[in-house]
């Protein structure tokens, strides 16, 4: 479970530091009205655990019902943003009865649970990548909204490389970049750094080493500046026509735009724009 809110405050200098084996796997900061978020598993490479994966189901919940929390960074601490899965955790049920079928299924189950945990947040979640996000750590990264990555950072999908080809982490990749950079990424399993993944969509902004985080909490301060009530319609409204055809896509962008006319905070917008102010955003 995820520290109770406000504990364990994460200075910018300890991007890269390894706490003990005590700490928490997963960390908490709320600032600003920004909930960072921060993998703690670095002597594991913070590979996805049951205890992790379930650490951030709760994190996620937790935020998505508290109105305080505008927007979301989601960083690692030590060299590697995430490794995917945990291996050694998942070849040791190789010896169930069924080799592990039953189990691995509930696993990548669970997993995509925590990835659409992430695109139906109300939040917005900014991913800060310092390292290396492979597997379903890149899985993870390309289920984010936005992505601040440093010049270090790199991303791949090499289950390929070992047998076990890259399915689940193929759905948001294929979402968000072009279907031939995808399909290189995974038939080839090698890694790409931050500029190439820029350059395919998979990461909008490189910044130099160790300046990630600071650049991703900028980025998620902007959006908290903005009604989220406005931002919540916006984000639920661009994931659902992405997968509508075009002419259906029109129909229901054009009726949230309506309806999205009706809300406090769009006649607020507007008037604050027709007469040269700053909005007041009541978040409704």
């Known amino acids: 479970m995820p520290p109770a809110k406000g504990k364990n405050p994460m200075p910018k200098s300890a991007a890269a530091s390894v ?45 998505a019902a508290d109105r305080s929390v505008r927007a979301v960074v989601l960083a690692a601490n030590g060299p590697v943003f995430s490794a995917g899965h945990d291996l050694r955790e998942m070849t040791a049920h190789r010896n169930d009865p069924d080799r592990g079928r039953a189990y691995f299924h509930w696993l990548f189950e669970r997993s995509a649970e925590i990835m659409l945990s992430v695109v139906h947040l109300p939040q917005p979640v900014v991913a800060c990548v310092q390292g290396m996000a492979t597997a379903a750590g890149c899985q993870l990264v390309a289920s984010c909204d936005l992505v601040v990555a440093s010049e270090a950072a790199r991303f791949s999908t090499p289950g390929v490389q070992i047998g076990l080809f890259c399915s689940a982490p193929m759905v948001p990749l294929s979402r968000k970049v072009a279907s ?64 509508m055809q075009l002419t259906d896509a029109y129909r229901y962008g054009a009726g949230v735009m309506a309806e999205n006319m009706l809300a406090h905070d769009a006649a607020e917008g507007i008037n604050a724009f027709l007469e040269k102010r700053a909005p007041k955003w009541e978040d409704r």
């Open 19 to 63: 706490p003990d084996a005590s700490a928490p796997i997963l960390l908490r900061e709320d600032r600003d009205g920004i909930a960072t978020l921060i993998l703690n598993r670095p002597q594991a490479r913070n590979a996805l655990s049951e205890a992790l994966i379930d650490g951030l189901s709760a994190a996620l919940k937790n935020i």
């Open 180 to 243: 031939n950079h995808a399909m290189e990424m995974l038939l080839t399993g090698e890694a790409i750094t931050a500029a190439r993944a820029r350059e395919i969509g998979l990461v909008n902004r490189v910044v130099s080493v160790s300046r990630e985080r600071e650049e991703a909490f900028a980025l998620a301060r902007t959006i908290a500046q903005k009604s989220t009530h406005i931002v919540k319609i916006g984000k639920e409204a661009f994931y659902r026509q992405i997968e």
